[in-house]
C-alpha cells in the first residue's frame, strides 16, 4: 500500500479500497455531509485566490455561490474536482474521500461531475452520441444502436433526454443545438455518469430569459436526486432555485444566508452589490 493510501486511511477514510467499486458503494454521506472544505486555501505564487475558507455541503443541499468576477469561485470548483491542489488545508467528499489526495479522473468516478462555463459538447456528434460518449466506460458501447445499448444504459439515456428536453432532438448534431440546449446538453453528460454531486459554473450565462427560467426548473429536479453547488450571477435565476447562498469575495466567505439575507448584508452591499 502506498504511502498517501496510507494516509488516507489514517484519516478514516477507506479510499484505498473504496476507490474503482460500484457508485452505490462509493461516497460515505453518513453523517449528512457531501462536501467538507476546512480552512482552505490556494496560493499562486504570492496571490492567494482561495483565503481560508471553510464551506460545509449537506447531502442533497442546493448551494449557491455568488460573488465578484475574481472572487475565487471557479478556484474552488478547481479545488473540489482536483483540478486546483489546496496549498494548506482539507476537503472531503463525503467521509471517505479525500479530495487533495486523488486525481481528477479518480474524483469524477467518485461521483462528482463538473460543468464548466463553456460547453464543450462535440459538435459534430449527435445529441445521443454526446450522452452516450459520457456514459460509464464499462458499460457503453461504441455502437450508436438504440436497440444494441444495455436496458438500463436506454433507461440512463431517455431519463436523461427527457429531463434535459432533448428527446425530439437525439439525432441532431450537438453543433446544430442553440448556446442553452449545448448547456443543457452538456448537463445531461454529466447525469450520464450519474453524479452525486453535481457542480455548475455559470450555467445561464449568455442564456435566453427562457432558457434560463428553464434551467432554473432543471436544477429544481436535479435536487432531488443530487447534491448541487451552482455558481452564478444572474440574481432572478439565484432568487428562483436558492435555499442558502454563499457570497464569496477575495477568496473568503463575506456571508452565508438566504439571499435576501446576504443581500442585506453590509459586507456583501460593499464589496459585490455596490451602493
Ligand atoms: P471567479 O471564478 O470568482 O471569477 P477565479 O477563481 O477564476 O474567480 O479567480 C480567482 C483569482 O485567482 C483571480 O484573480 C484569478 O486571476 C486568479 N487565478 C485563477 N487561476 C489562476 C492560476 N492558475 N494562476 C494564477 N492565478 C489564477
Ligand atoms: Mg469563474
Not at 485566490?49 to 470548483?77: F, H
Request: hydrophobic share 40%; proline share 3%; aromatic share 6%.
Amino acid at each position: 500500500m502506498s504511502e498517501h493510501v496510507a494516509n488516507i486511511h489514517q484519516h478514516g477514510g477507506q479510499f484505498g479500497e473504496g476507490y474503482g467499486r460500484a457508485k452505490s458503494e462509493g461516497a460515505d454521506f453518513s453523517h449528512g455531509v457531501a462536501l467538507y472544505l476546512e480552512k482552505v486555501s490556494v496560493w499562486f505564487d504570492s496571490f492567494r485566490a482561495l483565503n481560508d475558507l471553510s464551506l460545509y455541503i449537506q447531502e442533497g443541499e442546493l448551494r449557491c455561490i455568488i460573488g465578484p468576477n475574481g472572487a475565487g469561485k471557479t478556484t474552488l470548483m478547481d479545488v473540489i474536482t482536483g483540478k486546483t491542489r489546496p496549498t494548506e488545508g482539507t476537503a472531503f467528499f463525503g467521509q471517505n474521500y479525500n479530495l487533495a489526495k486523488m486525481t481528477t479522473e479518480q474524483i469524477a468516478e467518485s461521483g462528482i461531475g463538473r460543468k464548466f462555463q463553456k460547453p464543450t459538447v462535440f459538435e459534430n456528434f449527435t445529441v445521443m452520441e454526446n450522452l452516450l460518449l459520457a456514459a460509464p466506460k464499462d458499460k457503453s458501447v461504441k455502437k450508436s444502436l438504440f436497440n444494441r445499448l444495455a436496458p438500463e444504459i436506454k433507461m440512463a439515456l431517455q431519463q436523461t433526454l427527457e429531463q434535459i428536453r432533448l428527446t425530439e432532438f437525439v439525432k441532431k448534431p450537438a453543433g446544430l443545438l442553440s448556446h442553452g440546449q449545448k448547456q443543457w446538453l452538456e448537463i445531461g453528460m454529466l447525469l450520464m455518469q450519474q453524479p452525486k454531486l453535481i457542480l455548475l459554473d455559470e450555467p445561464v450565462a449568455g442564456m435566453t430569459d427562457a432558457e434560463t427560467e428553464r434551467t432554473a426548473e432543471l436544477c429544481l429536479e436535479l435536487k432531488k436526486n443530487h447534491t448541487l453547488v451552482v455558481v452564478e450571477h444572474d440574481m432572478s435565476f439565484i432568487d428562483t432555485i436558492s435555499e442558502k447562498v454563499t457570497v464569496l469575495a477575495q477568496g473568503a466567505i463575506l456571508a452565508e444566508g438566504t439571499l435576501a439575507e446576504v443581500q442585506a448584508n453590509e459586507d456583501v452591499i460593499e464589496k459585490y452589490l455596490g451602493r
